[in-house]
């Protein structure tokens, strides 16, 4: 049990486009969803808590603007990555609760 | 803010040994958690621990919650090359929400066959 899947797993774009990840968590449902960002050999780093039906809550110094999160039923939330800059590349991991935190496999995300 | 210490950063040991890491944290914590993490893949939940003293088991795998409440420590024995990996170790506080959890920096394990 406890599954969490994220699609894509890996994602190339060109600068100033928009990338969106999904979350999904496959055999429970999350009323509340995590979005990390890992760089290379780092820890994670927390971004942001989706909330299902209400706004997310953002972790000081991350863009809200930039990085978009909705949460529109209890197995799904995306992070859309707004404008996309080489600086947004990074490994995206999302998790999902159920009692403890369950991690989806990720998603690199390469900005050209 | 809230630091967690993991140590070792990393380790290089021969398959067969017996592996032990542990974090420390300068507050109390009411839960400790410990993932893997292998390259490009998420983290996956090994072992949660909920109440100080709390020795739990996972295989080969032991972890501790330390009675102080502010450390942890989690014991591979007989490692095998599967074991490679990164191992986070992860803390929650009193009164913190469950999205607030804290990450160690991680230990690097290699294992030799």
């Known amino acids: 049990g406890a599954v969490v899947s994220q699609h894509p797993s890996w994602v190339i774009c060109k600068s100033g486009t928009s990338v969106k990840i999904e979350c999904r968590s496959l055999?429970?449902?999350?009323?509340?969803m995590f979005w990390y960002r890992q760089f290379p050999k780092q820890s994670l780093m927390l971004m942001a808590t989706?909330?299902?039906?209400?706004?997310?809550?953002?972790e000081q110094g991350v863009e809200k603007d930039k990085f978009l999160i909705n949460h529109a039923s209890l197995t799904l939330s995306t992070l859309t990555v707004t404008s996309a800059h080489p600086e947004d590349s990074s490994f995206y991991i999302c998790?999902?609760?159920?009692?403890?935190?369950?991690f989806g496999p990720g998603t690199r995300l390469t900005v050209l | 803010g809230q630091q967690l210490n993991q140590s070792p950063q990393s380790m290089f040991i021969q398959e067969g040994e017996d592996v032990s890491m542990n974090c420390t944290s300068s507050?109390?914590?009411?839960?400790w958690l410990w993932y893997k993490q292998d390259p490009g893949e998420g983290p996956v939940l090994l072992i949660a621990?909920?109440?100080?003293?709390e020795l739990t088991s996972n295989g080969r795998l032991t972890a501790q919650f330390g009675i102080t409440r502010k450390d942890s420590f989690l014991n591979i024995s007989a490692s095998i090359p599967s074991d490679v990996g990164i191992y986070f170790c992860?803390?929650?506080?009193?009164?913190?929400?469950?999205?607030?959890?804290?990450f160690g920096k991680g230990t690097k394990l290699s294992v030799k066959p």
């Open positions: 621990l909920y109440k100080a003293g």
């Open positions: 989706s909330n299902e039906g209400s706004k997310a809550t953002y």
């Open positions: 998790s999902a609760n159920e009692r403890e935190q369950f």
């Open positions: 992860a803390g929650r506080n009193y009164g913190g929400s469950q999205g607030n959890l804290i």
């Open positions: 055999d429970f449902q999350a009323t509340t």
């Open positions: 507050s109390i914590f009411n839960t």
